[in-house]
Antibody
Framework: QVTLKESGPGMLQPSKTLSLTCSFSGFSLSTSGMVVSWIRQPSGKSLEWLAA???????YYNPSLKSRLTVSKDTSNTQVFLKITSVDIADTATYYC??????????WGQGVMVTVSS | DVVLTQTPPTLSATIGQSVSISCRSSQSLLDSDGDTYLNWLLQRPGQSPQLLIYSVSNLESGVPNRFSGSGSETDFTLKISGVEAEDLGVYYCMQATHAPWTFGGGTKLELK
């Protein structure tokens, strides 16, 4: 059974760095074709793909946010991380991690709400 | 970036009614490998999105066959043949042919 779960700080101040963790089970990120993405959704709005890392360690970023994003994974291939630097109010959203097999996003985590506020 | 435009933004339906949602892309979603990476997702209230259909018309495992997808290049349609109460929520199209992956604005399906 594939499961993903996000964790994060809940709330942080503007200009700080947001660190998120995606812990997953039921698949191996070292398997060819597997990708874990980060996607966010402001309340009441649509979804925005942020970044991804694949089985080979290659990283992909949304150009609109690339300068602020860093995606990585742990050596055991059971966690993926996302850092967003210099956050502001516009980064307030629910952040999801999701698995892709090839180019199909087939499993999503439950999401973690992040509020940026002073 | 590829822009996906969904219509209508809101859809009111009665139980048993058949409905369709349109998704139009600003670029062809036909990939050089011959596949078209247009997916349909459903987000029920308070839940994370779930995959319904991938590559235009392929039903994800466990999804009822009242859902069907069609289309090509830039025009795509999701059809629900006989809406059930559990189908209420927001439907999104999503493309993965071109980087960055992008999503439509969503179509909210409500009970009339």
């Amino acid at each position: 059974q594939v499961t993903l779960k996000e964790s994060g700080p809940g709330m942080l101040q503007p200009s700080k760095t947001l660190s998120l963790t995606c812990s997953f089970s039921g698949f191996s990120l070292s398997t060819s074709g597997m990708v874990v993405s980060w996607i966010r959704q402001p309340s009441g709005k649509s979804l925005e793909w942020l970044a991804a890392i694949d089985w080979d360690g290659d990283k992909y970023y949304n150009p609109s946010l690339k300068s602020r994003l860093t995606v990585s994974k742990d050596t055991s291939n059971t966690q993926v991380f996302l850092k967003i630097t210099s956050v502001d109010i516009a980064d307030t959203a629910t952040y999801y991690c999701a698995r892709s097999s090839g180019l199909t996003v087939d499993y999503w985590g439950q999401g973690v709400m992040v509020t940026v506020s002073s | 970036d590829v822009v996906l435009t969904q219509t209508p933004p809101t859809l009111s339906a009665t139980i048993g009614q058949s409905v369709s949602i349109s998704c139009r892309s600003s670029q062809s979603l036909l990939d050089s490998d011959g596949d078209t990476y247009l997916n349909w997702l459903l987000q029920r209230p308070g839940q994370s999105p779930q995959l319904l259909i991938y590559s235009v018309s392929n039903l994800e495992s466990g999804v009822p066959n009242r859902f069907s997808g069609s289309g090509s290049e830039t025009d795509f349609t999701l059809k629900i043949s006989g809406v059930e109460a559990e189908d209420l929520g927001v439907y999104y199209c999503m493309q993965a042919t071109h980087a960055p992956w992008t999503f439509g604005g969503g179509t909210k399906l409500e009970l009339k």
